[in-house]
């Protein structure tokens, strides 16, 4: 039985004015332009280089720690919630467009928050840094989904893996080096001067497709949620990003409440970020094979990763559990994003974009049902219901990527 009579026919054939004016022609053997690589690695070093400037900007104002948490979480709390907004944008005016004005937006506010007079100011500046970011790897997975065949699709977007994976690490090493030898103005700063730099660098780049301008957001938004399909990648976006998103932000926890250090459990943390860069690497060699098996792959390395830190506390298995996880999310997460970029080829910035923001819902709910647990020492049993919930979203994953025809292929 075809997919159609399960979950409903896969959406009417965009009208002429949502179409391409010509074909885009592909990126050479599938690959994303370095352009975009870079643009993406910065989207995820400015935002994961904000924890640890915390302690250096509430000395620099010299008030509590607690009163400058709202930098951080104002920041995520805006690059999540701006995703659907970012998405009709690009669909409607253009991928280019969008990622050049976000990252030009990017970069005053990001020179503006090094300047930030009081932590109100840096706070609403962040804020706003965070949103405009919050563009980039959306629309930049919109792009591959654009100009890439669903064929080898798969393997263009690990090196958008890559590069997020190599800004996730960096950003932690780098921001406190940088924050320690100069100052946390000097780290925003760093960050609103790539953004700018990369803003010209995207000049040689050629648009992906004509904006459809005929097309209201209204519509744009209601060809995707008229998609069954699309509920069930969002779905599964937002149950991976609280099982995997918001459980791992417990595993450094649960070192430190073993007595280890605020920087060793942060290295040993950050060995996610190597897992994601090595399994990645793999994924490119073996991204040919049935979308379902790398999904179940996926998914048991992130089941895997739950058990292991459930069973053992110790630096080693938290440091397994960190590799296996960054595996998980290499192949799950780059599965659901392929999935995510077939929905709907009209409105497919749309279509991704609320993919990324249930997947940020989910992260938030994860943590916040988490806490609890943590708030009474209890890891070991939150690993284990990630573990157990890692199952089921992964055999229901995998089953239902069996039942589903893409549009575009």
């Keep these: 039985m075809s997919h159609d009579t399960r979950l409903g026919k896969t959406g009417p054939e965009p009208p002429p004015s949502a179409q391409p004016a010509s074909t885009p022609r592909p990126p050479e053997a599938g690959r994303v332009p370095p352009v975009l690589r870079v643009a993406c690695f910065l989207s995820n070093f400015d935002r994961f280089a904000i924890t640890p400037?915390?302690?250096a900007v509430a000395a620099g104002f010299q008030v509590r720690l607690d009163e400058v948490v709202l930098v951080a979480s104002g920041?995520?709390?805006?690059?999540?919630?701006?995703?659907?907004?970012?998405?009709?944008?690009?669909?409607r005016y253009g991928r280019l467009r969008v990622i050049r004005f976000s990252l030009a937006a990017a970069a005053v506010?990001?020179?503006?928050?090094?300047?930030?007079?009081?932590?109100?100011?840096?706070?609403?500046?962040?804020?706003?840094?965070?949103?405009?970011?919050?563009?980039?790897v959306p629309t930049s997975l919109t792009y591959v989904g654009d100009t890439v065949s669903p064929a080898v699709r798969q393997r263009a977007l690990s090196d958008l893996?890559?590069?997020?994976?190599?800004?996730?690490?960096?950003?932690?090493?780098?921001?406190?080096?940088?924050?320690?030898?100069?100052?946390?103005?000097?780290?925003l700063a760093l960050s609103a001067v790539l953004a700018a730099i990369t803003v010209f660098a995207t000049r040689g780049l050629s648009e992906s497709m004509t904006a459809t301008t005929l097309r209201r957001p209204t519509e744009q938004l209601g060809s995707v949620l008229r998609l069954r399909w699309s509920w069930v990648v969002m779905f599964f976006g937002l149950v991976e990003g609280?099982?995997?998103?918001?459980?791992?932000?417990?595993?450094?926890?649960?070192?430190?409440?073993?007595?280890?250090?605020?920087?060793?459990?942060?290295?040993?943390?950050?060995?996610?970020?190597?897992?994601?860069?090595a399994f990645s690497r793999l994924l490119k060699r073996v991204a040919m094979?049935?979308?379902?098996?790398?999904?179940?792959?996926?998914?048991?390395?992130?089941?895997?990763?739950?058990?292991?830190?459930?069973?053992?506390?110790?630096?080693?298995?938290?440091?397994?559990?960190?590799i296996l996880l960054g595996g998980g999310w290499s192949f799950f997460h780059s599965s659901l994003q392929t999935w995510a970029t077939t929905l709907v080829p009209a409105a497919r910035g749309t279509a991704v974009a609320l993919f990324v923001s249930a997947l940020f819902v989910g992260s938030s709910i994860g943590s916040g049902?988490?806490?609890?647990?943590?708030?009474?020492?209890?890891?070991?049993?939150?690993?284990?219901?990630?573990?157990?919930t890692a199952v089921p979203l992964t055999v229901l994953a995998a089953w239902l990527r069996t039942r589903y025809t893409p549009t575009d292929s």
């Design 75 to 91: 920041y995520f709390f805006a690059y999540g919630c701006a995703q659907p907004v970012w998405g009709m944008l690009s669909d």
């Design 369 to 388: 049902l988490g806490g609890p647990l943590t708030e009474h020492g209890h890891y070991q049993e939150l690993f284990a219901v990630a573990a157990v």
């Design 242 to 277: 609280a099982v995997l998103l918001g459980c791992f932000t417990f595993l450094a926890p649960a070192l430190q409440d073993q007595g280890v250090g605020t920087m060793g459990a942060g290295g040993v943390t950050a060995l996610y970020g190597v897992g994601t860069l």
């Design 53 to 55: 400037l915390l302690v």
């Design 289 to 322: 094979r049935p979308a379902w098996s790398l999904l179940a792959a996926g998914g048991l390395m992130m089941a895997g990763g739950f058990l292991v830190a459930s069973l053992s506390l110790s630096v080693a298995g938290i440091a397994v559990a960190a």
């Design 109 to 136: 506010c990001g020179l503006a928050s090094a300047a930030a007079p009081t932590l109100t100011v840096l706070v609403v500046l962040r804020i706003a840094t965070g949103a405009f970011f919050g563009a980039v």
């Design 161 to 187: 893996q890559v590069a997020l994976a190599i800004g996730t690490a960096a950003a932690t090493l780098v921001a406190g080096g940088v924050s320690e030898l100069l100052s946390w103005r000097a780290m």
